[in-house]
């Protein structure tokens, strides 16, 4: 009778222990692109994020409590991502998730924004940052309508021509590659730049050599790219074999340390829009980074979209620590928290971070790089109006 009665005691003792340390951890979706269309930059991003929340695990997590991460490779499907989200909410309890691509996070905002879930998606679509429409959905850094505006600003500021500057746009037919151009063609309108071709290139890109014959019989003075860094390279190797003389800007997944490593000399002269420091960059929140790096992947190599991801683990760590603080630590107490962040400092790494119950434009500021020599060699910042017309596009 008593071996029972101490047997049902250490059961409960047991089962005590179990639910405290349950308590202790707070769940994280973690939904990636590793194998698919992206993966060029899924990857880094994903381990940008990863190494993120290690680290602050390392340090005592948030409010002592640990971060537990559930890392899904979903490849780029969007089915794939529907079935991950479901598994997330319904069956592993998390929190939020950090989610990856536009198509995906698109097809799920009205899920998301009735479940009540937080989701920061490697997208940087101006389409998700109108809370009054997506009221859950968060990102780390200016939109890519907001670059592309950025990149028209630019040729404005340095068109020497008398006739105005003609640019063309060069994007995949996907949510990623769609987001920012119709964003484009009006600002490009305002500033009177004259928009003279669009080309949808394919996805994944292998050879574009007809798409950029089609573009050059429009002979545009710039061209704006839309696609992630892989088929930039393969674009900007084609341009060069073709002798296109059109200056070529990038987006922000474009814009990246691989680029002329995997372009060479095509990359030279090829500017682009960087939402995030390059890696190694002198900001003071790039110390962790490289120290982390020294300690635990010595042999990695890095770049602006592994920063972009630890980044991200930054921010929405802090979103939780506020909820958690306030005893809020549900899906609607970590947006609560997230818009309370006002110029949140992520040491240089981003521009600061600003949400509010009406903006969910984290930034507006971008900074413009050009490939010289090989490397990614800062231009300047570029900072776009918060005009309200423009929330949501």
Not at 169 to 177: A, S
Not at 229 to 240: E, I, S
Request: hydrophobic residues 40%; glycine residues 10%.
């Amino acid at each position: 009778m008593k071996f029972g009665k101490t047997l049902a005691s250490l059961a409960a003792v047991l089962a005590c222990a179990s639910t405290s340390l349950a308590a202790e951890t707070i769940k994280v979706g973690g939904l990636w692109d590793l194998t698919g269309v992206t993966a060029d930059v899924g990857k880094p991003f994903a381990d940008g994020v990863q190494d993120a929340i290690a680290s602050i695990n390392a340090k005592g997590g948030v409010n002592g409590k640990k971060i537990e991460l559930i890392n899904v490779d979903y490849a780029y499907k969007i089915p794939q991502a529907t079935a991950t989200y479901k598994k997330f909410v319904e069956s592993d309890k998390v929190v939020m998730i950090n989610g990856w691509g536009t198509g995906d996070t698109e097809a799920l905002k009205e899920t998301i924004a009735k479940d009540k879930v937080p989701y920061f998606s490697a997208s940087f679509s101006g389409h998700l940052t109108d809370p009054a429409k997506t009221p859950y959905n968060f990102f780390v850094g200016a939109s890519y309508s907001d670059q592309i505006r950025g990149f028209l600003d630019f040729v404005k500021k340095n068109w020497k021509g008398k006739a105005p500057a003609k640019v063309a746009f060069i994007y995949p037919n996907h949510g990623f590659g769609k987001a920012p151009i119709e964003a484009g063609k009006q600002y490009a309108k305002e500033l009177g730049i004259e928009l003279v071709h669009e080309e949808i290139i394919p996805a994944p890109v292998q050879d574009v050599t007809s798409n950029l014959l089609s573009m050059q019989k429009k002979n545009p003075d710039y061209a704006y790219v839309q696609t992630t860094v892989a088929p930039c390279a393969n674009l900007l190797k084609d341009a060069k074999k073709l002798g296109i003389k059109t200056i070529f800007f990038l987006g922000n997944y474009g814009m990246t340390e691989a680029l002329p490593k995997l372009a060479g000399d095509a990359a030279e002269g090829v500017y682009g829009m960087a939402t995030h420091a390059a890696y190694g960059e002198n900001v003071k929140g790039m110390k962790a980074l490289l120290d982390w790096n020294k300690k635990n992947s010595p042999k990695a190599e890095r770049d602006t979209v592994y920063v972009r991801g630890w980044a991200y683990g930054l921010v929405w760590a802090e979103g939780l620590r506020i909820a958690d603080k306030n005893k809020q630590l549900t899906g609607e107490g970590v947006k609560n928290a997230l818009e309370t962040l006002k110029n949140f400092d992520t040491g240089g790494l981003v521009p600061p971070i600003t949400y509010t119950a009406a903006d969910h434009r984290g930034t507006t500021k971008t900074t413009i790089y050009v490939i010289k020599k090989g490397k990614m060699t800062k231009v300047g910042d570029q900072e776009t109006p918060r005009k309200k017309e423009w929330l949501g596009l």
